[in-house]
Nanobody, 126 residues
Framework: QVQLVESGGGWVQAGDSLTLSCVAS????????AGWFRQAPGKEREFVAAIAASGGWTRYEDSMEGRFAVSRDNGKNTVYLQMNSLKPEDTAVYYC???????????????????WGQGTQVTVSS
């Protein structure tokens, strides 16, 4: 098990960029695949992006590919989500998640992750 802490959320205007960070509590994080999910008010949690433990593969929700980029620095126990050209509909709480056994074909499903952060709020105004 690892503890995850997200940061970097905030209030931005449409078209702006924002980078979220997720720091893990343990060096074993380098063995965990990581995912980003988000939940807007009144909506279900949805997949944003995922990355392999080694960074060898990434996966994105179709509507976000090209605007969002996931990366990681295992030396810093950190995974990042770079978000560009933000839209008001990107407003949500963004969560980081991690799990030991995740493949790219299941990485978009939240039940495969057993470690979750508390989330960071992103608000995009028009």
């Amino acid at each position: 098990q690892v503890q995850l802490v997200e940061s970097g959320g905030g209030w931005v205007q449409a078209g702006d960029s924002l980078t979220l960070s997720c720091v893990a509590s343990d060096r074993s994080f380098s063995s965990y695949a990581a995912g980003w999910f988000r939940q807007a008010p009144g909506k279900e949690r949805e997949f944003v992006a995922a990355i392999a433990a080694s960074g060898g593969w990434t996966r994105y929700e179709d509507s976000m590919e090209g605007r969002f980029a996931v990366s990681r620095d295992n030396g810093k126990n950190t995974v990042y989500l770079q978000m560009n050209s933000l839209k008001p509909e990107d407003t949500a709480v963004y969560y980081c998640a991690a799990a030991l056994k995740v493949n790219p074909y299941s990485s978009h499903t939240s039940p495969v992750y057993d470690n979750w952060g508390q989330g960071t709020q992103v608000t995009v105004s028009s």
